[in-house]
């Protein structure tokens, strides 16, 4: 199984266009991830359901959708090795970036269900890792950001549906599921229109500090952990085990 290395937030520390994997090469690695991880696991849940959007997008890169398909093909896949990069260190005993920690440390904890699971990864690939992807991306390919922005929101339909389809498999039927719930509380405080909104605004703001490293350095740090912290919360367990 192939990995890519971990790597930091910082403006010139990605990978360049010859070392980033294809859209293929990301599913496949994905895919693997999900054959060999229990179904219960937090990380295999978001896993199942990211892997599901990356055959989306996949699909319609050979289709009359995006604007600029090589363009989406690279933030794709520049966007996944952000979260293949929380896996490998992981996996190798390193700490993960803040925004991924409490997936990774929560992800076995009783009383947590799959759906904040799904959410909480949603949560740090989407506000902490998208934004950094997108500007990785203008980099590699000489881009800026509005030039990106129409496929941008493109790619929030096929989100949008995603979730929808995760919300219904995972949640309970609604004569099952009171209001008061605790869980109908914790998953009604996030959205993936809300999400995406946010990371584009920190495209914007990161894209204006690219110049000035220590403040572009420090506000990307600052993201990873605030991110972090609401994937915390978002992973409340229900039950008052831990």
Not at 65 to 79: E, R
Not at 179 to 186: G, K
Not at 217 to 239: C, E, F, I, K, N
Request: with cysteine.
């Amino acid at each position: 199984m192939r990995q890519w290395g971990f790597r930091t937030s910082r403006w010139d520390d990605r990978m360049t266009i010859s070392q980033l994997p294809t859209v293929d090469q990301v599913i496949e690695r994905m895919a693997a991830l999900s054959a060999g991880l229990p179904p219960t696991d937090g990380v295999a849940v978001f896993n199942a359901m990211y892997l599901t959007v990356t055959r989306l997008v996949r699909a319609q890169l050979d289709a009359v959708y995006f604007d600029d398909p090589a363009a989406l093909a690279d933030l794709d896949s520049g966007f996944a090795v952000r979260y293949l990069d929380a896996v490998d260190a992981d996996r190798s005993g390193r700490r993960p970036e803040p925004c991924w920690r409490p997936l990774f440390e929560l992800r076995a904890t009783p009383g947590i269900h799959p759906l904040q699971y799904a959410l909480a990864g949603m949560n740090a690939h989407i506000e902490h890792d998208l934004p950094l992807a997108v500007l990785d991306t203008c980099r590699r390919l000489g881009r800026e950001p509005e030039q990106l922005a129409a496929d941008y929101r493109r790619v929030n339909d096929l989100l949008a549906r995603v979730e929808d389809e995760v919300r219904d498999a995972l949640l309970p039927g609604p004569d099952d599921l009171p209001v008061a719930d605790p869980l109908m509380h914790v998953v009604g405080v996030w959205s993936v229109d809300r999400a995406r909104d946010a990371a584009w605004a920190s495209v914007l703001a990161l894209w204006g500090l690219r110049r000035v490293r220590p403040a572009y350095d420090a506000v990307a740090d600052a993201l990873s952990h605030s991110v972090g912290m609401v994937s915390r919360a978002l992973l409340t367990p229900l039950d008052g085990k831990v």
